[in-house]
């Protein structure tokens, strides 16, 4: 008995370990998951949730300012969206909401971010639907490519791509 509850445990963790492999970026499931793994409470869960948020943030401030160094109309078109128009609070309350609808599950959590604050902004409908449109394809071609390829060779290909198409 104790084997065969060893091998079904086993089988758990490893079934878990796979799925994480192609894992490239966070969506609504790691966001709910945040919920059911973090123990302390209400206040522990808003910690990390905001962590989170204020990292992709810090990311995208750090990207923007390489760009702005190279190039400024550049950097400040690629990166006109306003995404402290909400705040840390609110934008996770939005983001529970967004996550309740099981269709936008498979959203990474950074276009999330874009859709929560383009509604914020009362941006039109339609143009929020066709963000939402193509995010998803983008992220499910992006999985494809991966599960086909392999996610060490599409990284090496599109290092290759950016890197001048040396080696």
């Avoid at 810090?58 to 760009?67: F, H, I």
């Avoid at 983008?138 to 599409?154: A, C, D, P, V």
């Amino acid at each position: 008995m104790k084997i065969i509850i060893t091998l079904i445990l086993s089988a758990n963790l490893f079934s878990q370990v796979l799925e994480k492999t192609n894992k490239l970026l966070w969506d609504g499931t790691d966001w709910k998951n945040i919920e059911k793994r973090a123990s302390g409470g209400t206040k522990s869960i808003y910690q990390i949730k905001s962590a989170y948020i204020s990292g992709l943030l810090d990311g995208r401030l750090y990207y923007y300012l390489k760009a702005w160094a190279k190039d400024r109309q550049f950097a400040d078109n690629l990166y006109s969206d306003k995404l402290d128009y909400l705040t840390n609070r609110e934008t996770i309350r939005q983001l529970d909401r967004f996550y309740s609808d099981i269709l936008m599950t498979y959203v990474p959590v950074v276009s999330a971010i874009i859709i929560v604050h383009m509604e914020a902004e009362q941006v039109s409908k339609k143009t929020i639907d066709l963000y939402i449109d193509q995010t998803k394809f983008w992220i499910n071609e992006l999985r494809i490519n991966m599960e086909e390829e392999g996610m060490r060779n599409l990284l090496n290909q599109k290092q290759k791509k950016y890197s001048g198409n040396k080696k």
